[in-house]
């Protein structure tokens, strides 16, 4: 069977590496893809924003199930043009159709779903640019930090932690007046901080039953020591120490299982990963927020640790028998350092050559973000490049491996965090 990954970074060629080892697979396609993906699988030179161009590509070559990576093609209604389509609708989508993205797609509606089927969250409102006075007022109730978060998608950036009142009233004045974040931020939400750590929960789900996978932590911010900027993640563990079989029996009643239900009573058709990230408030789990698909870099710390044939995973959510579904998951840990282009998440430079991929350990795994090939040489084309993963007994081992591989590959200006983990180490979870 042929099988279309939609996507272009680490994630995407994550999942495609997966896939592609399964006999079941005959040809893993991946549009647009990268540089890696382009080396093991066939990428597809095509606009994934155009449904009819690639509705026309995944006929003509036989594509019989499509794995959308990135949220936007999600929200912007990709299930539901293959599923009304004569000649598509065959074909197996992994990813729900455009009102259950909205789980993601608005801060707003996934907030007031939280409350709704009394699923924990942080207490929030929502304003708009007419309701700025509003906005004001009620940002000047909040304790601080306090947390402004611009209501659509935002490439992982939309999301401000104010200190104080000015940096509140500043952050809220560059979504809803000067339109920072363009439509995403016409609307904004503001919540109250929770105080805890956070960890991503992902599952595969049918929207009635659901297959628990490894759970991960990432890292947003650019800085060591959580500092400075968000970013679309800088790394990864998995599996986090402390959410352990309590916290977990915790996250499928309170977390879980509402949401399903809360998906049945919406009529929310849902057909594929979601990733619920979590906020540990004292051994109690709060959602942050929903993502509609699996996160990066998770993925590249979790795909590794399941040993499962991930194609036989989908066919179990196809054939609607997730809860018979036994998944195997390597009990070592998995770390990812991100490998970035100097000056991320801001301005950074493209087209400087990438050396040293061939000083890699075979048993490391190195998963191309924003790469590309040009007349042969191999060129940083993004602002997070790869995602370096390694597994180990311990997470020590884990990093130490990923970190030596990171070193080992090179171009002028790149950046990574040599302190992924640096919160999970025994001494501070016990």
Known sequence: MNVLVIGSGAREHAIAWKLSQSEFCDQVFVAPGNAGTAEFHTTAAVDIHDFEELGKFAADFNIMMMVVGPENSLVEGIHDYFAQSEYLKHILV????????????SKDYCKAFLQKYNIPTARYQAFTEDTFKEAVEYLKQQSFPAVIKADGLAAGKGVIIAQDYEEGFDALDAMLRNKRFGNAGSKVVIEEYLQGIEVSVFILTDGKEYVLLPEAKDYKRIGEGDSGLNTGGMGAISPVPFADEVFMQKVKERVIEPTLRGMQEEQLDYSGFLFIGLMNVNGDPYVIEYNVRLGDPETEAILPRIQSDLFMMFKALHDHTLGEYQLEVDPRTATTVILASGGYPEGYEKGKEISGLENVPKDVMVFHAGTSMVNGKLLNNGGRVFAVTALGDTMEEALAKANAAA??????????????????????VQ
């Open 94 to 105: 992994i990813g729900p159709k455009k009102a259950a993205a909205m789980l993601e797609g």
């Open 407 to 428: 070193e080992a590959i090179t171009w002028q200006g790149r950046y990574y965090r040599r302190d992924i983990g640096f919160d999970l180490g025994k001494e501070r």
